[in-house]
């Protein structure tokens, strides 16, 4: 039967399927056994570790490859993992990492030094041949050097003061030398993944469903976990099921154990049932709109001030979210490193926003749109699939800004134009965007042309830019990703938040946590420092 079935069942079921007060009744000791069901929004799309950003692939690393460190997500410290120890020079351009012994892959081969080497090697400069991209948290990578069984150096072109912390990252996670040969486009099949993980792939029906088994042999978590042997769950079952509803009726019918991608408004029944609602920081560039000045419509940075002031950030919360959902007070969120307080620029003023479009040279026409030169403010953004109600935000956001004389079409995240169209400025002047990692290279991954492009700029990704450059941002940015000194670092941060503010690049909404679900037997859950569940101490408390 299956599961949409399986829901067409009153979901009062649960009353019969387990008994809460038994569960809350049952003792806090770890038993092994068990699969768990885990329910996944979206299917993943390709498992290269530094593809890991997008949250279906990071979920499945993150239980199946280990890091050379682990960064508690209490204290964002960095701490022993596969890495015992470790040296970094004066000036953050030389790295050495001693390894902790007997680690093995899961086909057998050791996870030494060369292998280390190999993965950050190619994660580092990327495979032209492989069509193996760059990863977006190893800056200014030079090269590898085997120094023994155990020890590896890596060396910089520039200071890398942020490689420390990404080599705890999802993008980081360790794969085998034989799936480092395969090309980038075999590893969206999972079975290709091997790593050196809790769990191993046992079998994969593509786009639906995953079922991982634990490794019997893992006994290598990270060096403070005072779990250190295998996997207390058997199993982890993913099923791919895009509907919200069905994810929710499934949970709630005892059909699924844990589920990704909670909308706020589902979180009262979540709760009101007994269940536990889970929403970690992602701790990077918020959830914001950001704009691409190379479209002469959004050029003009009144237009941008103006559309910023129009934006009523508050309201879209308390309408759209919950107080897991923080309003915006930066670029990046409260709880990421180097934040700064830039409230006072993020305020809401319809009359402002009308004055400086009426400078702009911007009138309302007949029909109420704004035009110049005869040219419409008509602006277009696409839909993003993984952002939480991000349609939903995107249309209040329309209505907002309508009342400015500014139209804004939202069309479908799963649009088969999308991904060409999203690359076009002249098509899509306006996009939503985040990202999480908690170090304060985040800021440049999503900014950089180099990197994610956010806001479209020449020499980066996209080769339909006409002229837009901004050469101080980049400065700023690659001072982000290359100065060792911590102030220094820090001010370049906070120079970031501010320019971009200043220059009003992004509209940043709310701060974006993971939402997560899981029935009141699931003990142990945890996540990483960005939001990415770990099952390594999971247990069933059936």
């Known amino acids: 039967?299956?599961?949409?079935?399986?829901?067409?069942?009153?979901?009062?079921?649960?009353?019969?399927?387990?008994?809460?007060?038994a569960i809350a009744a049952a003792a806090d000791t770890p038993v092994k056994g068990g699969t768990l069901v885990y329910l996944e929004q979206q299917a993943h799309t390709n498992l290269y570790p530094p593809a890991g950003g997008f949250y279906p692939n990071g979920g499945i690393l993150n239980q199946i490859t280990d890091k050379l460190t682990y960064q508690n997500p209490q204290t964002l410290e960095i701490e022993p993992w596969l890495a015992q120890s470790w040296e970094v020079n004066a000036d953050a351009t030389q790295y050495t990492f001693k390894l902790r012994p007997g680690v093995t892959f899961s086909d057998g081969s050791p996870l030494d030094a060369a292998a280390v080497a190999k993965n950050f090697d190619i994660f580092g400069l990327g495979d032209k041949t492989l069509k193996y991209p760059v990863s977006e948290v190893v800056n200014n990578y030079d090269r590898s050097e085997v120094i023994d069984p155990l020890t590896v150096k890596f060396y910089f072109k520039k200071p890398s003061p942020g490689f420390l912390q990404g080599t705890a990252v999802i993008g980081s996670g360790l794969v085998s030398l034989k799936t480092l040969a395969l090309p980038f486009d075999q590893l969206g099949d999972a079975t290709k993944i091997i790593g050196s993980g809790p769990f191993v792939v046992a079998s994969e029906t593509l786009g639906k469903e995953l079922t991982l088994k634990a490794r019997p042999d893992y006994n290598w978590g990270p060096a403070k976990f005072?779990?250190?042997?295998?996997?207390?769950?058997?199993?982890?079952?993913?099923?791919?099921?895009?509907?919200?509803?069905?994810?929710?009726?499934?949970?709630?019918?005892?059909?699924?154990?844990?589920?990704?991608?909670?909308?706020?408004?589902?979180?009262?029944?979540?709760?009101g049932q007994g269940f536990k609602i889970y929403a970690p920081s992602t701790r990077g560039v918020n959830n914001s709109i950001v704009f691409r000045p190379d479209n002469q419509l959004v050029a003009d940075v009144r237009v941008r001030k103006a559309l910023s002031l129009a934006t009523n950030r508050k309201e879209i919360v308390s309408t759209l979210f919950s107080k897991n959902y923080p309003v915006a007070t930066s670029v990046i969120a409260s709880t990421a490193i180097g934040y700064k307080d830039h409230s006072a620029d993020l305020g809401f003023d319809l009359d402002k926003a009308k004055q400086l479009l009426d400078e702009a040279g911007y009138v309302a026409g007949p029909d109420g749109t704004r035009a110049k030169d005869g040219k419409k403010l008509v602006l277009t953004a696409y839909e993003s699939l993984p952002q939480p109600q991000n349609r939903a935000t995107l249309q209040l956001i329309a209505q907002q800004w309508a009342k400015v004389g500014v139209k804004l079409n939202v069309l479908a995240g799963d649009a088969g134009s999308r991904t060409v169209d999203d690359l076009d400025p002249q098509k899509t002047p306006v996009s939503p965007a985040m990202v999480g990692r908690a170090d304060p290279d985040v800021i440049k991954s999503q900014f950089y042309p180099k990197n994610r492009d956010a806001l479209r700029q020449k020499g980066g990704g996209s080769d339909k830019i006409q002229s837009f450059v901004d050469d101080k941002l980049n400065g700023i940015l690659e001072e982000i990703a290359s100065q060792p000194d911590k102030q220094k670092r820090l001010q370049a941060v906070a120079d970031a938040q501010a320019y971009l503010l200043e220059q009003a690049y992004a509209i940043p909404i709310f701060e974006e946590p993971q939402a997560f679900a899981g029935a009141p037997y699931v003990k142990g859950i945890a996540f990483e420092a960005v939001g990415r569940p770990s099952f390594y101490n999971v247990w069933l408390a059936k």
């Open 1 to 21: 039967m299956t599961l949409r079935k399986h829901l067409l069942a009153p979901v009062f079921a649960l009353a019969a399927a387990v008994s809460l007060s």
């Open 226 to 271: 005072e779990h250190q042997g295998r996997a207390y769950l058997d199993g982890i079952k993913y099923i791919v099921t895009g509907e919200d509803s069905v994810r929710i009726g499934a949970l709630l019918a005892g059909q699924a154990d844990f589920i990704r991608q909670v909308q706020a408004y589902d979180e009262p029944q979540v709760e």
